[in-house]
């Protein structure tokens, strides 16, 4: 029996932690397209992904979660497309420490929501950084609506679940698996 | 045993976007919220009538509730703020007396496992404390799968962290974001969720 794929985008600015979720929620290792950094990311990270990361969770026997993360910068943004071609949803992750991060997944975030109708979830990384922006904050720059803006550590295996199963209860919702009953 | 039709009447206004007049009868007398495509309608535009009158539901034992068609006119119009921030400031203002406290809690205590829903509820965090026990409250439910509110009730240790939590999952219930848990269809995406909580 042919095996169903589920695709998943994990996307935002460099450093924003997308390899480590993937790697978090994986069962192979990622598949990473990394190239030393020359840019100004070089002051960053010494490697940074150039075309996409790659990380799949076997279901079971017939279903697969493939994860596709994007590179961080605006010059591979051909590739943001690409990835998302066929997905099911989108992964957005920022640096809530740092405000150009913050601006750029302003610019990817209105990429994805002009070109395509994805659900997607927006995580916020480094909330632990005195002076971080809050959940709140980075709704508001980047006119999230109602996409959920979730605090994120993507350290942390239990916050990169959180952050997958969040997208999928939307997902969900979306295609009305939930139906709210009388009880209530 | 009290049954609290009152707020499931209001919850179902709220979240199926109803249109009608609930009346309430309480020892203070009749209080009215008028509500149309689940906006709510006041005499004026601010908030303050609505955020009284679900106040009113929220600390006080209704003996009797009535729902009547929306009669149109009156001078009504629709409050500058929409449901979410009116009921966040209805349970968060003043206190609620040690009779109702029980009486609620014992309301909460009854629900079958429950799954907890994720909104951009932080839009409001000016005016919603619990916003980070809100979204633990959503974590324990989509890591294991649906939670107990009584748990919740229960580990809260003290008066004042017990009123916090019935703040809290009343405006959440009020608001549609406390929801039965779906019946296994064993869809594609749920076996995804059933694996990614094993991990």
Redesign the interface.
């Known amino acids: 029996m042919e095996k ?1 794929v ?1 695709k998943l985008v994990i996307t935002g600015p460099v450093n924003a932690g997308k390899t480590t979720l993937i790697s ?2 994986s ?1 192979t290792p990622v598949i990473t397209t990394d190239e030393v950094a020359t840019d100004h990311v070089a002051a960053i990270k010494k490697f940074t992904t150039v075309a996409m990361d790659h990380g799949i ?1 076997y ?2 026997d017939e ?1 697969e ?1 493939h994860l596709f993360g994007t590179p961080g910068q605006r010059r591979f943004n051909f590739m943001w497309d690409v990835l998302a071609t066929g997905a099911s949803g989108v992964v957005f992750l920022t640096d809530g420490s740092q405000p150009e991060s913050i601006d750029e997944m302003k610019h990817i975030f209105h990429h994805y929501k002009d070109n395509t109708s994805l659900p997607s979830i927006v995580g916020v990384t480094r909330q632990d950084v005195p002076g971080a922006a ?3 904050d980075v ?1 508001d720059r980047l006119d ?1 609506g ?6 994120c550590d993507p350290r942390n ?2 916050d990169s ?2 952050l ?3 997208l ?6 979306q ?1 009305a ?5 009388d ?2 | 045993m009290e049954k609290f039709d009152h707020l499931k009447q209001l919850r179902r206004f709220i979240i199926e976007g109803g249109r009608g007049s609930l009346f309430f009868q309480t020892n203070e007398g009749l209080t009215a919220l008028h509500i149309s495509n689940g906006y709510f309608l006041s005499s004026k535009t601010q908030d303050d009538e609505v955020v009284r009158a679900i106040n009113m539901l929220v600390r006080k034992q209704v003996h009797n509730t009535l729902v009547k068609e929306l009669q149109p006119g009156d001078g009504r119009h629709l409050v500058n703020s929409g449901p979410e921030a009116l009921v966040i400031k209805a349970c968060y203002h003043g206190e609620i007396e040690d009779a109702r406290v029980l009486a609620i809690m014992h309301f909460f205590s009854l629900f079958p496992p429950v799954n907890i829903k994720l909104e951009p509820l932080n839009r409001h965090s000016a005016i919603f404390p619990d916003f980070p026990a809100y979204l633990k409250m959503h974590s324990d439910s989509i890591l294991n799968g649906e939670i107990v509110l009584n748990d919740y009730l229960l580990n809260s240790s003290f008066p004042n962290e017990i009123r916090s939590t019935l703040r809290l999952i009343l405006t959440l219930y009020l608001l549609g974001m406390i929801v039965p848990v779906p019946k296994p269809k064993n869809s594609i995406f749920e076996r995804i969720i059933k694996r990614v909580r094993g991990l």
């Open positions: 169903q589920v978090h929620i069962n969770l279901v079971d279903l979660l809050t959940t709140d709704a999230a109602d996409t959920p803006v979730l605090p295996k239990d679940k959180v997958l199963l969040s999928f209860e939307l997902i969900m919702r295609q698996d939930y139906a709210e009953e009880f209530f």
